[in-house]
């Protein structure tokens, strides 16, 4: 019997598309990801998130499920004790699955929840703390342009490494792969924090990156007719007085730790080809979502905003050996809870619940084929949804000034500002509802860096309507699930109550034994009926006699 192919997901944390070399960032330094997309794997140049912060989107692509479709949608609501994960799934299927213990995904409050959906769980810590920055206070004082920027710049080294909880988890991944357990198919998990501000790296990342070779930044453009908490957080961040000589530093050092997690990519797959299984082994490679990293005036990310950067992430597939594979970038669009289908199909495991995701293999068979003609994302909260960590009040904590998210809980304090919304996005247009604030749509073949809402302009307002048609298509569709497993209307007490009358005498136990079978009322009734007529004829022998007994 041939073996399942292994599973590897390789997941960093605030990974935008255009960090990559091959997807056409001209400073871009991930030379292998840029040849495993061209020689092994499919890379998907338009693939996005279905929410723009960490945890609604774990939730959202390692289910198949939007984040609205059980209320996944805030930093505060996990997966609870009822649900289930690709990862739980897989164990279940048979597979031994590693995963280190950056969670995002699960209730950690439930005892034992994480470790229920994993064979195997990394915590890691086990070594010293990496070196500290080469300036002693990159933050500078409150009030100056750093404070609030996550700008910390070059990290130190010794040993001529700065050895992070990151090549902790991926050394310990790289362990397990060549030291497998047992012969079970292998799962592997890897979610890192690079290159998740702070913005900060080491040689020779740091300086690797040619300043000269940047795209040009994003400015902030449009005035007010961009969502309000992009105006809110630039205001809080105080990032005025930053240069164009300051941004490129920090995109350089952003990009700079992109080349890292490549280089940490490529560990991983040595070790696959090392223990021999690397041909047998599907192997994932994407992020939760993008980040600012200076565009629109801005760094880090948003809850409830949807640019292209922070919405646009790598995916690149590579499926086992054997899986028809077109290696090479792909134009068609996809989502990351395609990626749960995929997962699951080359596993061949069967889903155990309803989902949304659409498997990628025909795609990643043939780069042209058309996946899906539009993708969704959406974020935000309501004006009475003042119990999500979203809501947070800036100033209930003492000091609270000096954590350098304070800006965004500032900015998300004011309820039209952290509106809920939802993005539809064609190749060519961009549209974003919101109930309770301003909407925007973009023509993104005339302006491809979104700095100009056009949702006022009449020459759109078909289109504008077309795609609110798209919106509330899709959330009709996706608005909820019914569960595989439907519930009894009849408790087994219920059920005998309702049959015990017309149970023959002497029948109780087997009656009784059939209900806690799952025997439902109707089927007992039956049951109960028959069992009463053999017994009526068992003792009626003019009956017996007429049926030649």
Known sequence: MKKRPNIVIFNPDQMRADALGHLGNPAGATPNLDVFAASEAVSFRNAFCQNPVCVPSRCSFFTGLYPHTRGHRTMGYLLGGEETSLLKELKEAGYYVWANARNDLVAGEIPDLIESHVTELYYGGDVDPAPGTIEENPRGQMGEKNFYSFYNGQLKTKDGKNYTADDEDVDAAIHRILNPVDDRPLCVFLGLSYPHPPYQVEEPYFSAIDRDKLPSRIPAGDGGKKAKILQLIRQYQNMQEYTEEDWDELRAVYLGMCMKVDAQFKKVCDALKEAGEYDNTAIFFFSDHGDYTGDYGLTEKTQNTFEDCLTNVPLL???????????????????????????????????????????????????????????????????EEKHCSESCDPEEKGGFRRNIYWPRYAAQWDDEAHAKGVMVRTLEYKYIYRADAACEFYDLKEDPKEQENRADWPQYASRISQMKEQILAWYQRTCDTVPFRPNERFSHKMIWEKVKRICPPGCEAEVKEKIEGGMGLFLTKYYCQDLAKKAKAKGNPEEKRNKGG
């Open 317 to 383: 597939i590579k499926p086992p050996k054997g899986t028809e594979v077109d290696p090479g970038v792909t134009d068609s669009m996809a989502e990351l809870v395609d990626f749960y289908a995929t997962a699951m199909e080359l596993a061949g495991v069967k889903p155990d619940h309803s989902h949304f995701g659409r498997s990628l293999l025909p795609a990643i068979a043939k780069r042209d084929t058309l996946h899906r003609e539009a993708v969704f994302c959406e974020g935000g909260r309501l004006a």
